[in-house]
């Protein structure tokens, strides 16, 4: 039912190899995630950082919201951790598009800078990377 594709078998654009997991769609929603969040670290001008921002917040529903739905359809033992740690970082996302949008985008750049990677690796490494050993054995 799940795509098993090894790693180097899947193009990515920008997804470290430490953060395959190796189910590809999981793969690939990671890697459109690396992307996004480059391109908002690097955004110049304010309102491309907005833009961007809102952008990786729409992936990151609509990532999350497959997620869950995979975990869902497998009884996934530990979905409801999972599901309240991709609560806890929608919130925090919403929290810094909010300071984005009232002018006070300084927050919300140093939260990309200096903490979306730490959380991104931290969530792949412990809850994604478990949410994948239990694709390939369902």
Not at 2 to 20: D, Q
């Amino acid at each position: 039912e799940y795509s098993m594709a090894k790693s180097k078998e899947i193009e990515m654009e920008c997804l470290p190899n430490w953060a395959m997991v190796g189910v590809e769609t999981i793969d690939k929603r990671h890697d459109e995630f690396c992307e996004i969040a480059s391109r908002l670290k690097s955004a110049a001008v304010d309102n491309e950082f907005l833009e961007i921002f809102e952008e990786l917040y729409a992936h990151t529903v609509s990532h999350f919201k497959a997620e869950e739905d995979d975990m869902d359809k497998m009884e996934y033992a530990n979905g409801y951790e999972h599901k309240k740690e991709h609560e806890k970082a929608l919130a925090e996302l919403d929290y810094f598009l909010d300071k984005t949008k009232t002018g006070k985008i300084f927050f919300a750049r140093a939260f990309a800078k200096e903490r979306l990677d730490d959380w991104f690796k931290t969530h792949v490494l412990n809850m994604d990377s478990d949410l994948a050993r239990a694709m390939k054995l369902a």
